[in-house]
């Protein structure tokens, strides 16, 4: 595996040529493209139902019936996101590349869990329910930023990639 040097530390690139090539060749990263922006919708409803409740008193039962939802999309996207890890780096979980990711997105899952336990218990009061729920959302929120961030670096490390691949275009003696 090729190492780049940035400064004076040398960093694992995201993926090695044979990981992008099984990341590209899976049905799996087009599930995970589908249902990230999916999740971030109806988390970005469920947020303004679950404000509105806290702030009136009104639609309790959409704003629960959303976070509902949200957590179902998040099992979902948890599930099929360790299959593509599995697919991609050969483990369900904690691949080097997304270690920390999957580590805060167990804090996430947690949350979430603790919300439909509360909910299906009855052992919390419906306002402080919801405010399990704004705090599952809050470490959603940080993660979804981690794995966005991630991209971010699959995309320059593809660029640099490309930069560092193209034939160099050297002044030469035309005939």
């Known amino acids: 595996m090729q190492q780049r040097r940035h400064g004076t530390e040398s960093v694992r690139p995201l993926y090695t040529a044979e990981e992008r090539a099984r990341r590209d060749a899976t049905y799996w990263t087009l599930v995970q493209g589908i249902l990230a922006p999916v999740q971030f919708l109806v988390f970005l409803i469920s947020v303004a139902l679950v404000l509105r409740y806290l702030q009136t008193g009104l639609g309790e039962q959409a704003a629960t019936l959303s976070i509902v939802i949200k957590t179902l ?103």
């Not at 997304?98 to 336990?117: C, G, I, K, P, Q």
Request: hydrophobic residues 55%.
């Open 73 to 175: 999309l998040l099992y979902t996207i948890m599930i099929t996101g360790c299959i593509w890890e599995k697919v991609v780096f050969g483990r369900y979980l904690f691949a080097p590349a997304f270690f920390w990711e999957d580590v805060f997105s167990m804090l996430v899952l947690a949350l979430h869990t603790a919300y439909l336990v509360a909910l299906f218990t009855g052992s919390m009061p419906i306002r402080e329910q919801m405010l399990l729920a704004l705090a599952a959302y809050a470490a959603y929120a940080i993660n979804a930023t981690q794995f966005l961030l991630k991209l971010r670096a699959a995309r320059l490390q593809a660029e640099s990639e490309a930069l560092d691949q193209s034939p160099e275009q050297s002044p030469g003696v035309t005939a």
